[in-house]
């Protein structure tokens, strides 16, 4: 359809360039006594011999050749002041001639048929596909999709220029395609005889037999009738009679025809030459033949003058534009599928070799291979997915020594508000039962490891940190590690830190104790070119980014992980998001989730901590302005409103745009 298109828009400007481009053959001598036709056409079956005469062309300009075309399709030119043979093309040949040929499809057997299939198959595609999926649901949908707007981008701009593309250019569209209809079927000529109560064929010439011994008449003397008869004859075409038949056809365009398909008709007697009829175009052609000449003439862009013909290109350009704007997203979201099957993290069945409890609601879990393979590497701050339940999985940070593989330590925190994870694991999960867990990844990278760090953990969040530390303590690092807990019963891994290589450059407070962390003294402590990395309570981070900017450091000094985000106190309001894929627009209530409403539609967003912690479910905004409740994405993410987290984030607009 593409191709039917791009051809045809540059065929419908065939007759401003085609004399130029073709000036060697159509160009001849001026005379002021032309030699006699029949003298030009044995000149021209010497230049083409073995091949049957199918008709002669002449133009009434002069300075123009005589074209000869044989049944092969050959056009041979003719000076016709010195029968000089200006050079030879196929009727599809050339630029233009080769693009017309293959808009026909001549390339292949039955190709009117084919490009007819098609021309239908583009008719539906633009009535089922523009008009009933792509048409706006909502007037004011109507009024954005009428005018471009360049301020969107990407795919949200691609859209845009589809919807706009589409509702200026399917009239033109539907009328090529509706009008290409009876060039390609003869059946659907039939509406148009029934409507005019005539026929659609051309006139034909008179039955009648060529006289025994009768010679055909001279051309030349065919000609001079034609010139007496229609005077006013811009162009004409003159056919040999077929075998055995008296009859002869002329095809002219008069001066002053409202189009130039629009052709008379002339019928001399092959013998003498004598007038046998003439249909001129006005009186003697039948309202149904000039009904389908109307209608080729509107399909290939005869009438209407230049203003129609560059309407029409522009139409039939907009066709790749709209293929690639309208089938993109759909290649984008296969893509990404594709793309997300062959990036979903392998799985590891491993087994749980040893159960411990650490602290007050706290329980490590050793996992190493059932067949006692080592593991796959991972680096400080890594984590990995546990498969709790069907449907259920939980991220959870590594907390032994990255130099070890022949096993992974975890340690889960169980919480009062557990939505199955942490419960699952401490209730059900006991020494000797098999974990699907994923490959490590890493979201927390210890990377500046060149110059002092400062570590810093509360609570559970010395899982990361504690693998930090003993990947500093590796490789002789220069770094301090302050731990504090609300009790002594609550500090994970305390005798593991106090008995380690490390132990004098760690801090432990036991709030219960007397002892508490002071972030001031901390950062007066600290060298002011270290780089801080914190895990902890979201209070605990706040706190440390708070005294870090008090204290004069770069922003981008301070790393942090988050277990759990911060409670909201925002009000949800509804709002409304798009999907770009499809269009289809999708209500969003105060007391439901982003994600919640998408899976209601039948469309399921991964995710892991459902509060904006881990980013499983981060997804592109193309348009509108988010409310951002996670902790995954930086303040400079955030204002720029390109991704968010639907598992906890709303919308500030009343719409967004989702690259879904």
């Known amino acids: 359809m593409i191709f039917l298109a791009v051809t045809g828009g ?38 083409h011999p073995g091949k049957g005469l199918d008709s ?53 057997h039955n190709g009117r048929t084919i490009a007819g299939i098609l021309d239908l198959a583009f008719a539906l595609i ?15 949908d109507l009024k954005g999709a009428l005018v471009f707007n360049p301020r969107l981008k990407g795919l949200a701009g691609e859209l845009s220029l589809h919807k706009v593309i589409g509702i200026w250019a399917t009239a033109l569209l539907l009328l090529l395609t509706v009008t290409g209809l009876p060039i390609a079927f003869d059946w659907a000529r039939l509406p148009l005889a029934w409507a005019t109560h005539s026929t659609t064929d051309a006139p034909k010439p008179p039955k009648m037999a060529m006289p025994k011994g ?6 030349q003397s065919l000609y ?43 019928f001399f007697a092959a013998a003498d030459g004598h007038l046998l009829k003439a249909a001129p175009y006005a009186t003697g052609v039948s309202a149904g033949r000039k009904a389908y000449l109307y209608i080729l003439a509107l399909h290939s862009g005869l009438v209407g003058g230049i203003v129609y013909q560059l309407a029409l290109v522009i139409a039939c350009f907009c066709v790749p534009v709209q293929a690639y704007t309208g089938a993109n997203p759909y290649i984008r979201k296969w893509l990404r599928k594709k793309a997300a099957k062959a990036a979903a993290t392998p799985r590891l069945s491993l087994r749980v070799v ?35 339940a069907q449907g259920l999985t939980r991220q959870y940070s590594l907390c032994n020594d990255p130099r070890e593989t022949h096993r992974y330590l975890i340690a889960v925190l169980k919480t009062p508000d557990s939505r199955g994870g942490s419960q699952g694991l ?47 303590d590796a490789i002789g690092a220069p770094f301090v590690l302050h731990y504090t807990a609300r009790a002594a019963g609550r500090m994970a891994f305390a005798e593991r830190i106090t008995s380690s290589g490390f132990a004098q450059a760690a801090h432990l407070y036991r709030n219960d104790q007397g002892e508490h962390l002071d972030l001031d003294g901390v950062f007066a402590a600290a060298d002011p070119s270290s780089h801080v990395y914190v895990c902890g309570p979201a209070g605990l981070i706040e706190a440390v980014r708070d005294r870090a900017a008090a204290a004069g450091w770069p922003e981008d000094h301070i790393h942090q992980e988050y277990f759990k985000a911060a409670v909201s106190d925002a009000v949800n309001l509804p709002f409304q998001v798009k999907l770009a894929s499809s269009g289809a627009v999708l ?37 509108g302005e988010v409310d951002h409740r996670d902790v995954v994405l930086s303040p400079a993410e955030h204002a720029r409103h390109d991704q968010m987290t639907p598992c906890c984030s709303r919308a500030k607009s009343p719409l967004l745009v989702l690259d879904l």
């Not at 481009?21 to 036709?37: E, F, K, Q």
């Not at 002041?81 to 026909?104: E, S, V």
């Open 224 to 266: 001079d009738g034609v010139r007496t008869n229609m005077p006013d004859m811009t162009w004409m075409a003159i056919s040999p009679p077929k075998p055995g038949q008296g009859a002869l056809k002329v095809e002219v365009i008069e001066r002053g025809a409202p189009h130039i398909e629009a052709k008379s008709y002339l």
């Open 56 to 108: 002669i062309e002449l133009r009434a300009e002069a300075a123009t050749s005589t074209a000869v075309l044989f049944k092969d399709k050959t056009y041979v030119y003719v000076d016709p002041c010195t029968a000089k043979i200006l050079g030879q093309q196929n009727a599809y040949g050339g630029f233009f001639g080769t693009l017309d040929g293959w808009h026909r499809f001549r390339f292949i």
């Open 426 to 472: 401490h209730e059900r999960v006991q020494t000797g039962d098999i974990l699907n867990v994923s490959l490590p990844k890493n979201h927390f990278h210890l990377t500046h490891i060149e110059g002092p760090v400062v570590l810093i953990a509360g609570g559970i969040g010395i899982t990361p940190i504690l693998c930090m530390a003993e990947r500093l």
């Open 587 to 623: 209500d969003v209530a105060a007391d439901q989730t982003l994600v919640a409403a998408l899976e209601q539609h039948g469309l399921r967003i991964p995710t892991s901590c459902s509060e904006g912690v881990c980013g499983a479910c981060l997804t592109q905004v193309l348009e």
């Open 354 to 388: 040893n159960r411990r409890v650490e602290a007050e609601d706290i329980v490590s879990f050793e996992l190493t291979a059932a067949d006692g393979r080592p593991l796959p590497a991972f680096s400080a701050g890594s984590h990995i997915e546990v498969e709790i």
């Open 126 to 140: 633009l009535i089922v596909g523009g008009g009933i999926l792509w048409w706006p649901r909502r007037p004011a």
């Open 214 to 219: 009768a010679h055909m008449t001279s051309w």
């Open 10 to 47: 540059i065929v419908v400007m065939r007759g401003h360039f085609e004399d130029q481009l073709n000036a060697h053959l159509v160009r001849a001598s001026v005379c002021a006594s032309p030699l006699p036709l029949d003298t030009q056409i044995a000149r021209a079956r010497n230049a």
